[in-house]
C-alpha cells in the first residue's frame, strides 16, 4: 500500500516555472514506478511522465518532452515533476502516480493514486 500527497501547483504565467512534488508513504517505495498525469475540464485523464523505480529510466509524453522533468529520491520517498516553458495547454489537475506491473504510459497500471494538485498557467 502506497499513499501519495501531491504539493506544489498554482498559478503562473505563460512561460513560467512549477515544480510539483509528490511525497510517499511506505518502506516500499522504491519497488514502485512513478508517474505523473494531468486532467484537464471535460478531458480523459492523460499520461504525462514517469520514472522508473531506480530512477534510471525516464518516459514524457511528446507535448512536454523538452519542458518537463520527471525525478525521484529513493531515500525521501520523493518525486518531483519540474515543469519550465509553461503553457496555457498545461493547465489541468496534475497527479501523482504509483504502479508495480504494466506499461508507464498508461493509467491503469496505476493502482495508488493522489488527490491531485491544480496548475493554471494564464496567457
Known amino acids: 500500500q502506497v499513499q501519495l500527497v501531491e504539493s506544489g501547483g498554482g498559478l503562473v504565467q505563460a512561460g513560467g516555472s512549477l515544480r510539483l512534488s509528490c511525497a510517499a508513504s511506505?518502506?516500499?517505495?522504491?519497488?514502485?514506478?512513478m508517474g505523473w498525469f494531468r486532467q484537464a475540464p471535460g478531458k480523459e485523464r492523460e499520461f504525462v511522465a514517469a520514472?522508473?523505480?531506480?530512477?534510471?529510466?525516464?518516459s514524457y509524453a511528446d507535448s512536454v518532452k523538452g519542458r518537463f522533468t520527471i525525478s525521484r529520491d529513493n531515500a525521501k520517498n520523493t518525486v518531483a515533476l519540474q515543469m519550465n516553458s509553461l503553457k496555457p495547454e498545461d493547465t489541468a489537475v496534475y497527479y501523482c502516480?504509483?504502479?508495480?506491473?504494466?506499461?508507464?504510459?498508461?493509467?491503469?497500471?496505476?493502482?495508488?493514486w493522489g488527490q491531485g494538485t491544480q496548475v493554471t498557467v494564464s496567457s
Open positions: 502516480a504509483a504502479g508495480l506491473t504494466g506499461s508507464y504510459y498508461s493509467k491503469y497500471a496505476y493502482p495508488y
Open positions: 511506505g518502506r516500499t517505495f522504491s519497488n514502485y514506478f
Open positions: 520514472i522508473r523505480s531506480s530512477g534510471g529510466g525516464t
